[in-house]
């Protein structure tokens, strides 16, 4: 098991047990690059009960391993695995708006009335025992008139300290007003310190200009299809795919609403919400009409706005059957060389183990969206539905597997004494 942190670490803090551990090398080691390693612990006995230790990382490592070196005999286990944010020696610069940490090359949103200035509070830390040193603070990029820098550049930030960069932001004319934040510093790893700045004149982004095309399905069966389209000129920043059965969609997003998928508008479906130009609906079933309209959108939160006149449409009808027409025309019972036939006809083929049920069966086949992006999957026997957040857990859901082939797929379907109690289809319990 590896760990990758992108700061300085203090203290590694892990619970180890062996079971029936004997003979053997267990490590952990510490790495700065992820390819040279050094111990950090060795393990050459391993407690019969969980026990707690405590290991004490080199400030400059980036990379912790926990390592099986030399088995033998038993096997060990490792929990609770934690990594103290440590104190560097050097200056470490990071930046909050508010109580939010805004990453190197983030985005930060906001808005302001048009002509009237508001100004945005930055704070910038030193994690480090050095000074950090602001040298420079600029702004660029199309709207770089409508922000000033109010806060006096340069200035220096103490060890494990804070100041305010304040900018002043009046927005020229409405919609999105973007430009670039750059913060010239001396920490070595994180300069120059830089925030994309999406402003907003008024209370939404600018709508944008131009809607997606080319929307294609393909690998259509009784059971999914794949969907895909060209992105929309202007580069919006992203794009809302609904989805209605049996009728076309004529509902339309809200501008200043965010969708997840799974959510309702009107009566159709979010499929995907995001900066995309594909999807994977769920919940396809054979011989069915699905519609799709696509919108594209720009802005963030609540600064959203959506372009709703003349989305991408299409719609498209699942397989019939999971079977293709006439797939088993040369297979027949009646045949002596009829197991020879079945054998050539199934291979080759794809081995999927019963451990690949969930990611495979439950994620692209059984699950269903619905609302807050969650996903829901019904028991066969007792018609329990259980709601769930992705990836699908078997333990914390309390369900279980079970599996068998339709016989209805099979040519004994029509031969005599064929029970029609055991056609059943692939199932979960």
């Known amino acids: 098991m590896i760990i990758n942190f992108a700061s300085t670490p203090g203290n590694l803090t892990y619970d180890i047990i062996g079971n ?3 003979g053997g090398t267990f490590v952990v080691q510490e790495s700065t690059n992820g390819t040279a390693w050094t111990a950090l612990h060795t393990f050459t006995t391993v407690p019969a009960s969980y026990t707690t230790t405590t290991d004490v990382p080199n400030p400059a490592s980036r990379y912790i391993r926990f390592f099986y070196q030399n088995k033998v005999s038993g096997n060990v286990g490792i929990d609770n695995v934690t990594i103290a944010a440590g104190v560097s020696a050097a200056q470490e610069i990071s930046i909050k708006q508010g109580t939010t940490t805004i990453v190197n090359g983030g985005t930060y949103s906001f808005a302001s009335p048009v002509s009237t200035l508001s100004p945005v509070t930055f704070t910038v830390f030193n994690l480090g025992l050095a000074t950090l040193n602001i040298s420079a603070a600029t702004i660029t990029g199309p709207a770089a008139a409508d922000y000033a820098i109010s806060t006096t550049v340069p200035f220096a930030v103490n060890a494990t300290s804070n100041t305010p960069l304040v900018i002043n932001f009046t927005p020229s004319v409405a919609g999105t007003r973007s430009a670039i934040l750059t913060i010239t510093n001396d920490d070595a790893n994180a300069n120059p310190y830089i ?14 200009s131009a809607q997606a095309t080319n929307l294609l399905f393909t690998n259509v069966k009784s059971y999914h299809l794949t ?21 076309a969609v004529t509902d339309v997003p809200v501008d200043g609403t965010v969708y997840q998928r ?4 009107g009566s159709s479906q979010v499929v995907v919400s995001g900066n995309t130009t594909g999807f994977f609906p769920s919940n396809i079933v054979a011989n069915t009409t699905y519609h799709f ?3 594209t959108y720009n802005g963030s939160g609540v600064y959203r706005n959506y372009l709703t006149t003349a989305p991408l449409t299409g719609n498209v009808t699942s397989d019939g059957s999971m079977q293709p027409t006439n797939y088993y025309s040369t297979v027949s019972t009646a045949n002596a060389t009829f197991v020879t036939d079945l054998h050539n006809k199934i291979n080759p083929h794809t081995t999927q183990f019963y451990s690949n049920f969930g990611p495979y069966m439950v994620t692209n086949f059984l699950a269903r969206d619905t609302v807050n992006n969650q996903r829901v999957i019904t028991c066969s026997y007792s018609g329990q ?6 990836p699908f857990d078997w333990s914390s ?3 279980a ?13 029509n031969d005599p004494g064929f029970q029609t109690d055991q056609n059943t289809a692939i199932i979960i319990c």
């Open 262 to 265: 799974g959510d309702n508008v």
């Open 293 to 295: 309209a696509v919108f």
């Open 195 to 208: 925030i994309n700045l999406d402003g907003i004149g008024g209370t939404l982004a600018t709508e944008p």
């Open 20 to 22: 029936s551990f004997s």
């Open 227 to 247: 969907a895909n389209y060209t992105a929309a000129a202007g580069t919006p920043s992203g794009y809302i795919v609904l989805r209605r059965t049996g009728a």
């Open 385 to 390: 539905n259980e709601l769930y957040t992705e």
């Open 401 to 413: 597997r079970e599996h068998s082939y339709p016989q209805s797929w099979m040519p004994t379907v």
């Open 397 to 399: 859901n309390n369900f």
